[in-house]
């Protein structure tokens, strides 16, 4: 199984577990994730946009101060805000973030109920999935030097013939190159690979 038919199949296991939906966010670094997932409802997805909830959701403050888990509803959370007000009109009226790895590193996870409070058992159970998402899209830490040269001359807006013909290489090598470059990145294409090569710093 390729590592993006076990994240796809991680992630239906959250889906059957949020009913509301979910939000993931592995890896964040410089404030932005290497990869992301949600479900949540359009309708709240525009009025988090529209209201710049994201720069005041005690969630992402809290995901980054804190490991483990917590229950939105907890008294200890502040939210001076009232995103779960917001949240709860929208339908999502119970919910549970989870946190984990380095700081340099962060995945924050949220998910969200309509009927009841998640149980501790179904917290632990997308613990335990979230760990084992963020232990599976664990960036590189480097590159062989054929993948560094394919992804700069792209990233530097070569064409493939051109690409190709700048290292000495026939094209097919250099899509072999690319191939392995998006394989080890986990990305689906050149331009997202070339992304997160930048984003981990190994370009």
């Known amino acids: 199984m390729t590592t993006h038919a076990e994240i796809d199949l991680e992630l239906r296991k959250l889906a059957r ?3 509301l939906g979910y939000f993931v966010g592995l890896h964040i670094r410089f404030t932005s994730p290497l990869m992301s997932f949600q479900t949540y409802n359009q309708a709240w997805l525009d009025h988090y946009t529209d209201n ?26 502040p939210d001076p805000f009232g995103l779960f007000k917001e949240a709860a009109r929208f339908g999502l ?8 790895g380095p700081i340099r590193s962060r995945s924050i996870a949220s998910f969200a109920r309509a009927d009841r409070e998640f149980t ?13 998402l963020h232990e599976m899209t664990e960036p590189p830490q480097e590159l062989t030097k054929a993948q560094i040269e394919a992804l700069k001359c792209i990233a530097g807006g070569d064409r493939h013939a051109a690409a190709a013909a700048k290292l000495g290489i026939s094209e097919s090598a250099l899509k072999a190159r690319l191939i392995s470059a998006r394989e080890r990145l986990m ?13 981990s710093r190994l370009i």
């Open 187 to 199: 990305a689906r294409t050149t331009a997202e690979a070339i992304q997160r090569a930048k984003d």
């Open 52 to 77: 710049g909830f994201v720069l005041r959701d005690p969630m992402t403050a809290w995901g980054f101060s804190t490991i483990g888990w917590i229950r939105w509803g907890d008294r200890n959370l």
């Open 93 to 100: 009226k119970y919910g549970v973030t989870i946190s984990c």
């Open 17 to 19: 577990l949020a009913p």
């Open 120 to 132: 501790d058992q179904e917290i632990e159970t997308l613990q335990t999935i979230v760990l084992r």
